[in-house]
């Protein structure tokens, strides 16, 4: 069975470009989650969809980032204008089932000049 | 002050030494993940707990939710177990905190 998958694996984008992170969770699972390690800190929880609704968007930055997940399958994160302070890794992860262990994907690092 | 805490944040130890990893959090959860990150790579979910201990080969973890504590212990420990350890807890809603990790350094 695939595990959860992201593209791209690095993303390097000048200030005030956009750029458009994708994650393909593990068939099946009806929960995905994106998180954001930024340098010398902690992961930290961006969003939560169950299918296609946004459960938990209580950590988006604001409103620059765009998360969407039609169909309820995969899930892309939209950065616009991109900011150098957003420059980190990005991880997806999905669930069958809100409190089940979540999988991880392998993260995009996307880095901002 | 995080509401998740790890300790040590930096560990170097022996080949075949005990290791032990320690988490504390401040807040109510539903349950606890132990995650495992190499250099370079993806993050691999270790264990999910939320009472007592579970053991998976060399690693055992435990988790005592009256004081707000676990641990992870690696017995025999391996050069291939170098590796940042993350503590992550599931509040109620279902979010994820993650602690700020341990890196591991263990020497032949």
Redo the contacts between chains.
């Keep these: 069975e695939a595990g959860v998958t992201q593209f791209p694996s690095h993303s390097v984008i000048e200030k005030g470009q956009t750029v458009t992170l994708r994650c393909d969770p593990i068939s099946g699972h009806d929960?995905l989650?994106w998180?954001r390690r930024v340098m010398g800190?902690?992961?930290?929880?961006l969003l939560?969809f169950v299918k296609e609704s946004k459960?938990?968007e209580?950590?988006m930055p604001n409103n620059r980032f765009l998360a969407e997940r039609t169909g309820g399958t995969y899930s892309t994160l939209k950065v616009q204008p991109a900011e150098l302070e957003d420059s980190g890794v990005y991880?997806c992860?999905s669930s069958y089932g809100?409190?089940?262990?979540?999988?991880?994907?392998?993260?995009t690092r996307l880095t901002v000049l | 002050k995080n509401e998740v805490e790890q300790s040590p944040q930096n560990l170097t130890a022996q080949e075949g030494e005990f290791i032990t990893i320690n988490c504390s959090y401040s807040v109510g959860i539903s349950a606890l993940h132990w995650l495992q990150q190499h250099p370079g790579g993806g993050i691999v979910s270790l264990f999910m707990l939320s009472s007592g201990k579970k053991k998976h080969g060399r690693l055992i973890a435990t988790i005592n939710i009256q004081e707000k504590h676990s641990s992870l212990h690696i017995t025999a420990s391996h050069p291939r177990d170098s590796a940042v350890y993350i503590c992550a807890v599931r509040k109620y809603g279902n979010k994820l905190v993650f602690g700020a990790g341990t890196i591991l350094r263990v020497k032949s």
Excluded: L, V
């Excluded at chain 1, 800190?41 to 929880?45: G, L, R, T, V």
């Design positions: 929960n989650y998180y800190k902690e992961i930290k929880f939560h459960q938990d209580s950590g991880f992860a809100s409190e089940n262990e979540q999988f991880f994907g392998p993260g």
